[in-house]
């Protein structure tokens, strides 16, 4: 194995985040790799359906960035 042999594990790495519910808010385990969702996520709450392979939304800021 050479020196970028751990470039591979880290890309293949899956994180478990929470994300909240559009419909009622409650949390949602999803499973994340890349920035996509690797699987489709149920709430247990009201049933809403987060489908897989959609990137995650970007939150941008409230407020623009002042023009000079």
Same mark, same amino acid.
């Given at each position: 194995m050479g020196v970028l042999s751990g470039c591979f594990d880290a890309r293949n790495m +899956? $994180?478990?985040a929470e994300e909240p519910c559009p419909r009622c808010g409650a949390p949602?385990? +999803?499973f994340i790799r890349d920035g996509r969702r690797i699987n489709d996520?149920? /709430?247990d709450? /009201?049933?809403f359906l987060l489908p897989e392979? $959609?990137?995650l $939304?970007?939150?941008s800021?409230?407020?623009p960035p002042s023009q000079p």
């Open positions: +899956v $994180e478990i949602i385990e +999803v996520s149920t /709430c709450h /009201c049933g392979e $959609e990137p $939304e970007v939150l800021p409230k407020d």
